[in-house]
């Protein structure tokens, strides 16, 4: 049973684009939302992370917008760059348990 | 250590040989977390640790799949009579369990590729 419904698969954007990636979850149970960012051949890195108390976390050019009511987050990447090329995965947390969500693999063209 | 850390890096194996995973978590670290990402797929939980303990081996996919943890610190994956469908790579994950027992963030180590020939 997938748990976090992640969207889209893949994006391309141009460079100082800002893609958008969406995720929504059902269990009301999850408490912490983090993002990870991933490239080719290593493992996932967490990138930003939200409490279901706060709408929105800004850090640098990574920023999440959180709903708690329609059970929604996003990661916008502002000014986007070649070097955010890389796969993105929600999760979500239940005590000792992350669940992650399919990933969105990003290319940033020139 | 600086970081996890997994070995081998890559493992090529013949259908039903039996091939050892393991990781080296961050020194302290309660948690330990085994994950198995196919290609282009997400990331599939398949054991948790906490200290030597699973609490929760629910994705664990068969019976040939099998992990320990000694000391609470290495851990070691198992897969018996490896199958082709068994090709992936396998990430470890460690972290610290914060109040009530919540996993704060996972550090993950750059995984074990496992091709089943």
């Known amino acids: 049973q997938q748990q976090v419904k992640q969207s889209p698969q893949s994006l391309i954007v141009q460079k100082g684009g800002i893609p958008i990636i969406n995720c929504a979850y059902e269990n009301t149970a999850f408490d912490y939302f983090p993002w990870y960012q991933q490239f080719p051949g290593k493992g996932p890195a967490l990138l930003i992370a939200i409490r279901p108390d706060v709408s929105e976390k800004k850090e640098g050019r990574f920023t999440i917008s959180f709903n708690k009511s329609a059970k929604q987050f996003s990661l916008h990447i502002m000014d986007s760059q070649p070097g955010d090329s890389a796969t993105y995965f929600c999760?979500?947390?239940?005590?000792?348990?992350?669940?992650f969500g399919t990933g969105t693999r990003l290319q940033v063209t020139l | 250590g600086a970081g996890v850390s997994q070995s081998p890096s890559n493992k090529v194996t013949e259908k039903g040989k039996d091939v050892e995973l393991r990781c080296d978590p961050i020194?302290?670290?309660?948690?330990l977390y085994w994950y198995r990402q196919s290609l282009g797929q997400g990331l599939e939980f398949l054991i948790y640790?906490?200290?030597?303990?699973?609490?929760?081996k629910s994705g664990l996919p068969s019976d040939r799949f099998s992990a320990e943890r000694t000391g609470g610190s290495v851990s070691t994956l198992t897969i018996q009579r490896t199958q082709q469908e068994d090709s992936a790579v396998y990430l470890c994950?460690?972290?610290?369990?914060?109040?009530?027992?919540?996993?704060?963030?996972?550090?993950f180590g750059p995984g074990t590729r496992l091709t089943v020939l």
């Open positions: 994950a460690s972290s610290f369990l914060s109040g009530g027992g919540r996993t704060d963030t996972q550090y």
């Open positions: 640790f906490q200290g030597n303990s699973a609490p929760d």
């Open positions: 999760a979500a947390r239940t005590a000792s348990k992350l669940t």
């Open positions: 020194s302290g670290h309660t948690a």
